[in-house]
């Protein structure tokens, strides 16, 4: 097993819907090696990607049942069907880096809950880093400069950080199967129950940019996903203690024109009748509205954005 026991195994799951040219990519940054395990949930794809997959022993390929839908309902079949005693989640459209999973493997014979790694980030239009990297990056040097802990509640993705099943088990943490921001209060309910954690600047995943993506839908479906995770996150704060933690809903409200003023103020009122903060976390919600004058931007919130809410 080079080195690592059964118990030691690792699995990466990634959830896919018809982008099996990303996918490829993604797979081949994975080393076929035996303690590493790589689960494929596909969401129904109309383009077929068993082929893409033959080649590799390591890698299972699992259909999401029927009446399950979405990247989170993908996650959670995931972790329902897999056997790594250490996980790692990656979205279909990105990669791992060069020397990732030697990095990792640093980390497979500790007691840890929770590692994270510093992310990269790649435009697929220009080749040139991104700058969707920036939020989490940031979030790791202020940890580990002054040990800030706005790093365990405001990484609000599930990629770039190697995770215990031990802790996702004993604490019945899971997915939330929503059209939009299902993984937030994963990650949050994760970083709250882990009582061990490393910081870890390597960077051993890159995130990609691209112009299509579901952050800039507009539907009321979408939008309406988008404001209940950030008021299910904030709750979850308040009810253990962390209150001062909580995310200003100010963003999701003015994402909410979209679908009228009538739709604004009842989100508004709302929003004041479950004590959720107005006024926290102004930048973003400036930066969109600036990006909006400016004409750049036709939807709500660039996926950057949605990554490093407020």
Same mark, same amino acid.
Request: proline residues 5%; contains cysteine.
């Given at each position: 097993?080079?080195?690592?026991?059964? !118990?030691?195994?690792?699995?990466?799951?990634?959830?896919?819907?018809?982008? %099996?040219?990303?996918?490829?990519?993604?797979?081949?940054?994975?080393? /076929?090696?035996?303690?590493?395990? *790589?689960?494929?949930?596909?969401?129904?794809?109309?383009?077929?990607?068993?082929?893409? =997959?033959?080649?590799?022993?390591?890698?299972?390929?699992?259909?999401?049942?029927?009446?399950?839908?979405?990247?989170?309902?993908?996650?959670?079949?995931? =972790?329902?069907?897999?056997?790594?005693?250490?996980?790692?989640?990656?979205?279909?459209?990105?990669?791992?880096?060069?020397?990732?999973?030697?990095?990792?493997?640093? #980390?497979l014979p500790s007691t840890l809950d929770?590692?994270?790694?510093? %992310?990269?980030?790649?435009?697929?239009?220009?080749?040139?880093?991104?700058?969707?990297?920036?939020?989490?990056?940031? =979030?790791?040097?202020? #940890?580990?400069?002054?040990?800030?802990?706005?790093?365990? #509640?405001?990484?609000?993705?599930?990629?770039?950080?190697?995770? !215990?099943?031990?802790?996702?088990?004993?604490?019945?943490?899971?997915?939330?199967?929503?059209? @939009?921001?299902?993984?937030?209060?994963?990650?949050?309910?994760?970083?709250?129950?882990?009582?061990?954690? @490393?910081?870890?600047?390597? %960077?051993?995943? /890159?995130?990609?940019? !691209?112009?299509?993506?579901?952050?800039?839908?507009? !539907? @009321? @479906?979408?939008?309406?996903?988008?404001?209940?995770?950030?008021?299910?996150?904030?709750?979850?704060?308040?009810?253990?203690?962390?209150?001062?933690?909580?995310?200003?809903?100010?963003l999701q409200l003015y994402n909410m024109?979209?679908?009228?003023?009538?739709?604004?103020?009842?989100?508004?009122? #709302?929003? *004041?009748?479950?004590?959720?903060?107005l006024f926290r976390g102004l930048k973003?919600?400036?930066?969109?509205?600036?990006?909006? *004058?400016?004409?750049?931007?036709?939807?709500?919130?660039?996926?950057?954005?949605?990554?490093?809410?407020?």
């Amino acid at each position: 097993m080079n080195g690592h026991s059964a !118990s030691q195994r690792l699995t990466v799951i990634v959830p896919h819907y018809n982008s %099996p040219r990303t996918l490829e990519r993604l797979i081949a940054s994975i080393p /076929c090696r035996d303690w590493i395990e *790589i689960v494929v949930v596909d969401d129904n794809s109309s383009e077929p990607i068993g082929a893409l =997959l033959d080649a590799r022993p390591n890698v299972r390929l699992l259909q999401l049942p029927e009446g399950r839908k979405g990247g989170g309902a993908a996650r959670n079949f995931g =972790l329902e069907h897999s056997d790594g005693e250490w996980l790692l989640f990656a979205d279909a459209d990105d990669f791992f880096v060069d020397g990732a999973f030697d990095k990792v493997a640093e #980390y497979l014979p500790s007691t840890l809950d929770i590692v994270y790694f510093s %992310p990269t980030s790649l435009q697929e239009s220009t080749g040139k880093t991104g700058a969707r990297h920036r939020h989490y990056e940031s =979030l790791l040097h202020a #940890y580990a400069q002054r040990a800030d802990k706005s790093l365990l #509640y405001r990484y609000f993705v599930p990629w770039s950080k190697l995770v !215990s099943r031990r802790l996702i088990e004993e604490n019945s943490i899971s997915f939330d199967e929503v059209i @939009a921001s299902n993984d937030m209060n994963f990650s949050l309910k994760v970083a709250f129950h882990g009582r061990t954690h @490393a910081v870890d600047m390597r %960077p051993i995943y /890159c995130v990609t940019e !691209s112009g299509a993506s579901l952050t800039k839908q507009v !539907s @009321a @479906a979408v939008l309406e996903s988008r404001f209940h995770a950030v008021v299910r996150y904030n709750r979850f704060l308040r009810t253990h203690g962390q209150g001062r933690y909580q995310i200003g809903i100010n963003l999701q409200l003015y994402n909410m024109r979209h679908l009228g003023l009538r739709r604004v103020m009842k989100h508004l009122a #709302y929003s *004041i009748r479950n004590r959720m903060p107005l006024f926290r976390g102004l930048k973003p919600l400036a930066r969109q509205i600036l990006r909006d *004058i400016r004409g750049r931007y036709a939807a709500p919130a660039t996926k950057e954005m949605q990554d490093a809410l407020p």
